[in-house]
């Protein structure tokens, strides 16, 4: 089965920094990856799907990348409401997602 | 608006079978190319698919979970359902259903606790 990672694990930023988290496959799942938000009591929110497709209605700070075994999740200008955890998802093979990525700010 | 939210009971007993079901508004379970999911959350955070099932019926489960899941729809209800059986304390997480190949609606999630 396929493993993610994500790197790094917490993340501390000031307002409108550029903060750039790092999802690893651990074998080749193509551009079949999907980003999500989720805030404290809620359920996760679709951001992008197949690795850098920017679902609607999200604000175009944020951006993806990657093909392969290696993807990244961009926010270009980080805001207050984007205080969350992130996580990346493959769906190439059934569904696997990622341990998190903690988005605090300063 | 597409809107779904998961029901049934919190509390389960170990080796129980634990039945949880999605009740979907704005769109209809047998809407074309549409895939209906589970997904739990463990109290540490992590996400764990579970399985779906296609408008057609057909189903797809985590191969780890494959021998205790059964996701079956109800189309006059517009309702999809979850059984996961010989449950364990292991089990205890927050219940979520989800629309789409990429999971693009989620419902609140309902947490069902393993307990004696």
């Known amino acids: 089965d396929i493993q993610m990672t994500q790197s790094p694990s917490t993340l501390s930023a000031s307002v409108g920094d550029r903060v750039t988290i790092t999802c690893r496959a651990s074998?080749?799942?193509?551009?079949?990856l999907a980003w999500y938000q989720q805030k404290p009591g809620k359920a996760p929110k679709l951001l992008i799907y197949k690795a850098s497709g920017l679902q609607r209605g999200v604000p175009s700070r944020f951006s993806g990348r990657g093909s392969g075994t290696e993807f990244t999740l961009t926010i270009s200008s980080l805001q207050p409401d984007d205080s969350a955890t992130y996580y990346c998802q493959q769906y190439h093979d059934y569904r696997t997602f990622g341990p998190g990525t903690k988005v605090e700010i300063k | 608006q597409v809107q779904l939210q998961e029901s049934g009971p919190g509390l389960v007993r170990p080796s129980q079978t634990l039945s949880l079901t999605c009740t979907v508004s704005g769109d209809s379970i047998s809407s074309a190319g549409i895939y209906w999911n589970w997904i739990r959350q463990f109290p540490g955070k992590g996400l764990e698919w579970i399985g779906y099932i296609f408008y057609t019926g057909s189903t797809h489960y985590n191969p780890s979970l494959k021998s205790r899941i059964l996701i079956s729809m109800d189309t006059s209800q517009n309702q999809f359902s979850l059984k996961l059986s010989s449950v364990t304390a292991a089990d205890t997480a927050v219940y979520f259903c989800?629309?789409?190949?990429?999971?693009?609606?989620w419902g609140q999630g309902a947490l069902v606790t393993v307990s004696s």
């Open positions: 989800a629309r789409g190949y990429e999971l693009e609606y």
């Open positions: 074998q080749s799942i193509s551009d079949w």
